[in-house]
Every structure is written in C-alpha cells, then in structure tokens.
C-alpha cells in the first residue's frame, strides 16, 4: 500500500510505517495541484491542516482507502464526501489531549497571577508587587463548555486546587465522573467565574462566544480558549474586556488565523486584534496547545497503529 504523506510529522510515524511494509512519499512542499496529479497511485494520505481536503480532491484518488489527519479532528476534510467513496478517516484525539489539559491550566494561572504583566515589568527595571497582586483559583467555579478529551483533561488537571466546583456543558450526555457535573448551558453561565472552551469546529460553535453570550454571563469571568479560534468573536471579546464583564482572556487560537492553523491572515491585523495585542489582561500563545515534544510522538503512534490495525495485512 501506498501513502502520501501531505504535511512533516514526527519521524518515526514513516519509520514504523515503513517497518510494516507500507511505501511512504513524502510531499510536503508539493503543490496542491501537483498533489491531485499524484493521487491516483496511492491509497492513503497522511495529513495534518495544510489545505482543506474536499470532495473535489478527493475525486482525484479513485484508489483511497483512508485519509489520517494527524491531530484531533477531521473538520478539514469532507467527511460526508469520504463516507460517499467509503474512505476511512483516522485521527488522534487522544494524542494530544494531555498537552492541551495542561496548556489551558499553565495560561490560566498566568493569567490570574498576572506573570506575563510581572515579568514585562522586571524587564522594564521595575519591582512593583501591589500592581502584580494575582488570584487564586481556589474557591473558583470553573465552566468547560465541551467535555470530550481536552475539555475532560483540563478537568482532571484542576484536581487538588481546591476549585469550588467544576461544570460543564456539552451537547452530548457525557457519562457522570467524579470530575465535573453536566449542567444547561443556563447554569453555566449563571456560576462560571472561569471559562475555559474545549469544542470542535462545527456549524454550531461558529462564533458561539458572541455578544449575547458575553451579556448572559452572570459574573465577571476568566476566559481561556484552546480549542478554535472561531468559537470566539473577537469584536464581542474585545467589548467584554473594556466592560470588565471578562477579565482577562488566555488564547492559544484566534479568529484571524488561516485554515491551515499555519498562520495568521497576511493582510493588515483588524483593530480589534490590536487591542488583544496591547491590553495587559491578554495572553496570546501560536496554537501550540497540543504542540508538545510529547504530543509530537503521540500522534505518530496513534496513527500508525489505526494504518496498521486496519491495512497492516494488506
């Protein structure tokens, strides 16, 4: 079998596919068009975000027989489309939910203790302790809005801080745990004094942190967001911020960035992204959550076993 390997990954994602038998082409700088050209000789492509693989894509490769995108989810690839030409999808979304756990709860505590603003003041020759005066999480009642992997991470990471409670709310019935409680989207908002978010790229999560979801939070709340930058309207943040209705924002993603996750939009930054660059109360990271060294090894493995386990007798 074939594979066409779209974007670099970890080594020995090719080294163990190459001890199973399976013939790996590495493209990762080959155009999209040369690409499609290709496709017709392999029956597996490896991917991570560089472009969106569509049906008209997917046309291409009368011969494919999975398609494994090397990250969390598929929302880059057609799914509906793959199902149709019965492609099977492979993902890893175990791979890199320890890293995000513990990335949202590194920039929330950053971000209460106020450590970027303490820092930057040090730089600057100062030592001002009352105008870094932090918070503690304890006592705090924190909202996950998504409990799949990384939201479940994030929770069990806030096990021995002594949080008021931890809720969440998902669109699925999750099984209860001894973790978090599932409550309505209503009491959620009516308890969170942190928020943290931890949903795939769907219809429905598209710009879900809008200004009436802002407005129905009951308390000033700490925001932290390292699942897409879509969930969260910008200009609806940025209005919360000079409320005081968020009180401070951590972001590992943004609404500004490209499909690919590679980059940011090239053209001139929106005003409102100015303001996130400048305001002391935000923390800004380059989607790299799940980016660990650890996490970079993980997903390799993960995929490499579902390749096998499904084609490895092939």
Request: hydrophobic share 40%.
């Amino acid at each position: 079998m074939k594979i066409l390997h779209l974007d670099e990954n970890h080594p020995i994602l090719i080294q163990q596919l190459e001890d199973a038998g399976f013939e790996n082409t590495q493209a990762y700088t080959t155009s999209k068009m040369e690409v499609e050209a290709m496709l017709p000789n392999y029956q597996g492509i490896v991917v991570r975000s560089r472009f969106p693989i569509d049906a008209a894509f997917l046309t291409k490769g009368p011969q494919l027989k999975f398609i494994a995108r090397v990250g969390a989810g598929v929302e880059n690839i057609d799914q509906e489309a793959a199902k149709k030409m019965n492609i099977q999808l492979f993902a890893a979304p175990l791979g890199n939910a320890n890293a995000v756990g513990e990335h949202a709860l590194g920039m929330l505590l950053g971000l209460i203790n106020k450590l970027r603003q303490a820092h930057q003041s040090i730089q600057a020759g100062e030592w001002m302790r009352e105008a870094h005066r932090g918070e503690e999480l304890e006592g705090k009642t924190v909202g996950i809005i998504g409990y799949g992997n990384m939201g479940k991470s994030f929770a069990k990471k806030l096990i021995g801080f002594d949080v008021k409670e931890v809720l969440f709310y998902d669109i699925e019935t999750k099984e209860a745990d001894s973790i978090a409680r599932q409550v309505s989207l209503q009491e959620l908002q009516e308890k969170a004094t942190v928020l943290s978010i931890h949903t795939p790229q769907t219809e429905r999560t598209d710009g879900m942190l809008n200004t009436s979801f802002f407005n129905q939070m009951h308390h000033p709340f700490w925001l932290i967001n390292t699942a897409r930058g879509s969930a969260v309207v910008t200009s609806a943040l940025v209005n919360a911020l000079k409320s005081g209705k968020v009180k401070g924002a951590a972001l590992d993603v943004l609404e500004y960035e490209k499909s690919s996750f590679e980059n940011l939009y090239e053209t001139s930054p929106p005003a409102d992204f100015n303001y996130l660059l400048e305001a002391e109360n935000v923390m800004l990271s380059p989607h790299v959550a799940g980016w660990t060294i650890e996490s970079h090894r993980k997903l390799a493995l993960i995929i490499v076993k579902q390749i096998e386990e499904s084609f490895g007798s092939n």
